[in-house]
Antibody
Framework: EVQLVHSGAEVKKPGESLKISCKVS????????IAWVRQMPGKGLEWMGI????????RYSPSFQGQVTISADKSISTAYLQWSSLKASDTAMYYC????????????????WGQGTLVTVTS | QSMLTQPPSVSGAPGQRVTISCTGS?????????VHWYQQLPGTAPKLLIY???NRPAGVPDRFSGSKSGTSASLAITGLQAEDEADYSC???????????FGGGTKLTVL
């Protein structure tokens, strides 16, 4: 069974750093792209970026380039999303999702999703 | 402002048919990129409903169907049920952004 399991909810202060995780199981971690998606309170889904764990090829949305870092550790089948300096506007639910297998990552849908990590940034 | 535009809300009575539109542009749907649809029940993660314009993953009822033409796409739900009340989002690729884009989401209310 394919599973993507997020790390727990976080409450942080502005300016603090944070790294959240998404541990996958039930399939070969290195052969599927993994995406990170943001959902701010009461808002729609936003694509942040993707990573191919086999070679750590990473692509970012222009809106998130330089704001976050996406990484992966093949040895423990885990993808990460990290911030060096959080802002209140980073308060949101963050989902990891697996892209379906196929040619051209840009054409692929997200077929499995994690349960999400709620990040709250407040002073 | 999302690059894919959806109506904020739609509604229908049980048993009825509703459609949700997703309007894009020449840099996404109009460029031939596939559209995918997701259902998000309250308080849960999104779930893939339709992929590749009109394909249903295993387990998705055939009451759900998708179509795409030019710069627009639609999700149709027939035989509306109370359990269909959720947010629905479309997603595609945009060549200007060089990344995936989502519509703003549509809240479906079953009257």
């Amino acid at each position: 069974e394919v599973q993507l399991v997020h790390s727990g909810a976080e409450v942080k202060k502005p300016g603090e750093s944070l790294k959240i995780s998404c541990k996958v199981s039930g399939y070969s971690f290195t052969t599927y792209w993994i995406a990170w998606v943001r959902q701010m309170p009461g808002k729609g889904l936003e694509w942040m970026g993707i990573i191919y764990p086999s070679d750590s090829d990473t692509r970012y949305s222009p809106s998130f380039q330089g704001q976050v870092t996406i990484s992966a550790d093949k040895s423990i089948s885990t993808a990460y999303l990290q911030w060096s300096s959080l802002k209140a506007s980073d308060t949101a639910m963050y989902y990891c999702a697996r892209l379906m297998r196929g040619s051209g990552w840009y054409a692929l849908a997200f077929d499995y999703w994690g349960q999400g990590t709620l990040v709250t940034v407040t002073s | 402002q999302s690059m894919l535009t959806q109506p904020p809300s739609v509604s229908g009575a049980p048993g009825q048919r509703v459609t949700i539109s997703c309007t894009g542009s020449s840099s996404n749907l109009g460029a031939g990129y596939d559209v995918h649809w997701y259902q998000q029940l309250p308080g849960t993660a999104p779930k893939l409903l339709i992929y590749g314009n009109n394909n249903r993953p295993a387990g998705v009822p055939d009451r759900f169907s998708g179509s795409k033409s030019g710069t627009s796409a639609s999700l149709a739900i027939t035989g509306l049920q109370a359990e269909d009340e959720a947010d629905y989002s479309c997603q595609s690729y945009d060549s200007t952004l060089s990344g995936s884009v989502f519509g703003g989401g549509t809240k479906l209310t079953v009257l």
